[in-house]
């Protein structure tokens, strides 16, 4: 344009002035693009930090390349002086429908807007629900979609939550007070919303026991339970061949693991589990047990997922 309209200028000149003439807009877009860029930075999953941070360096090394190595090709190769267009592109009219109703409304009328559209998507977010359910968005024929309706209908559910629950100083879960213990966060676990069963080392304790004792099992409570009673029952799954006793007791007998069945997991189920306190007790599950295993890697990266997108928005 500026040959075009000045042909008396030499090429270098001709850059220097097209270039100020954007110079402005350019580093104002770069600098915005860059911030955008870098609120990525914030949040708690390292994949979307390193993208946010490598991004933000991009657009800063394009935005010095655009005037450093630009106008450098520019100027050992000059463009040639067009003609003025005949036809304006299609899409012209669409600018031009913008820049007059940004001229009728005016810049302080814009900026009010975007402030009350900002404040209304505040007031919404609040109301947002996270679905991450990915067996949802499956075909309804599909034979995983099948597999994980039947899971959840015919048993516990399709989603374990696993916890380790840890014995105080100095004791194991051989001790009735520590077995019961594990048996009140058991019964805490399996009250909460959406858990098909829930299973641990007390549950095979107190099975064992009531088919020694002849009675119905789920009949032996906690209080049932004496010291011998445990013993004995530790002594028949140590010597019984095949029996899993290492997935619900390590050597230590300290660290014992419960595992819940989650009807229809997804990261508003879970977290309900999660929240579930014993009575009188102000520790949620998540803080007086460990959760591990899929789900709780689920829940944790949807969790830092969401919250991080609504702090890199904000």
Same mark, same amino acid.
């Given at each position: 344009?500026?040959?075009?309209?000045?042909?008396?200028?030499?090429?270098?000149?001709?850059?220097?002035?097209?270039?100020?003439?954007? $110079?402005?807009?350019v580093?104002?877009?770069?600098?915005?693009?860059?911030?955008?860029?870098?609120? *990525?930075?914030?949040?708690?999953?390292?994949?979307?930090?390193?993208?946010?941070?490598f991004?933000?360096?991009?657009?800063a090394?394009?935005?010095?390349?655009?005037?450093?190595?630009?106008?450098a090709?520019?100027?050992?190769?000059?463009?040639?002086?067009?003609?003025?267009?005949?036809?304006?592109?299609?899409?012209? &009219?669409?600018?031009?429908?913008?820049?007059?109703? /940004?001229?009728?409304?005016?810049?302080?009328?814009?900026l009010?807007?975007?402030?009350?559209? !900002?404040?209304?998507a !505040?007031?919404?977010?609040r109301?947002? %629900?996270?679905?991450?359910?990915?067996?949802?968005?499956?075909?309804?024929?599909?034979?995983i979609?099948?597999?994980?309706?039947?899971?959840? %209908?015919?048993? !516990?559910?399709?989603?374990?939550?696993?916890?380790? $629950?840890?014995?105080?100083?100095?004791?194991?879960?051989?001790?009735?007070?520590?077995?019961?213990?594990?048996?009140?966060?058991?019964?805490?676990?399996?009250?909460?919303?959406?858990?098909?069963?829930?299973?641990?080392?007390?549950?095979?304790? $107190?099975?064992?026991?009531? %088919?020694?004792?002849?009675?119905?099992?789920?009949s032996?409570?906690?209080?049932?339970?004496?010291?011998?009673?445990? /013993?004995?029952?530790? *002594?028949?799954?140590?010597?019984?061949?095949?029996?899993?006793?290492?997935? &619900?007791?390590?050597?230590?007998?300290?660290?014992?693991?419960?595992?819940?069945?989650?009807?229809r997991?997804?990261?508003?189920?879970?977290?309900?589990i999660?929240?579930?306190?014993?009575?009188?007790?102000?520790?949620?599950?998540?803080?007086a047990?460990?959760?591990?295993?899929?789900? &709780?890697?689920?829940?944790?990266?949807?969790?830092?997922?969401?919250?991080?997108?609504?702090?890199s928005?904000?």
């Amino acid at each position: 344009v500026e040959l075009r309209e000045h042909p008396e200028l030499s090429t270098i000149e001709a850059v220097r002035r097209s270039f100020e003439a954007i $110079a402005g807009q350019v580093q104002l877009t770069g600098i915005l693009t860059i911030i955008g860029m870098l609120s *990525f930075a914030i949040t708690n999953l390292q994949p979307m930090r390193v993208f946010g941070i490598f991004g933000a360096v991009a657009v800063a090394f394009s935005t010095l390349c655009t005037f450093t190595l630009l106008p450098a090709l520019m100027t050992l190769w000059p463009p040639k002086a067009v003609a003025r267009e005949r036809s304006r592109p299609a899409t012209a &009219w669409r600018f031009d429908r913008l820049l007059n109703l /940004y001229r009728k409304l005016g810049p302080k009328r814009i900026l009010i807007c975007t402030l009350a559209l !900002g404040i209304f998507a !505040g007031i919404s977010a609040r109301r947002l %629900r996270v679905d991450d359910s990915w067996i949802a968005n499956l075909p309804a024929s599909s034979d995983i979609v099948a597999g994980d309706r039947a899971m959840n %209908r015919l048993m !516990g559910g399709a989603m374990p939550l696993d916890f380790v $629950a840890v014995a105080q100083p100095g004791k194991d879960f051989l001790d009735p007070a520590e077995l019961h213990r594990l048996a009140a966060w058991e019964a805490v676990v399996r009250r909460a919303p959406n858990v098909g069963a829930v299973r641990s080392f007390y549950t095979d304790v $107190a099975e064992i026991t009531a %088919r020694l004792r002849g009675k119905p099992v789920g009949s032996i409570g906690p209080t049932d339970l004496a010291r011998d009673d445990i /013993y004995q029952a530790y *002594f028949l799954m140590s010597s019984t061949a095949g029996f899993p006793l290492d997935k &619900w007791l390590d050597n230590s007998k300290r660290n014992a693991h419960i595992v819940a069945l989650v009807h229809r997991a997804d990261y508003e189920r879970i977290g309900q589990i999660l929240a579930a306190r014993l009575p009188g007790s102000s520790q949620t599950a998540a803080q007086a047990l460990t959760p591990f295993g899929d789900g &709780w890697i689920s829940y944790t990266t949807v969790q830092q997922l969401v919250e991080g997108q609504g702090a890199s928005l904000a």
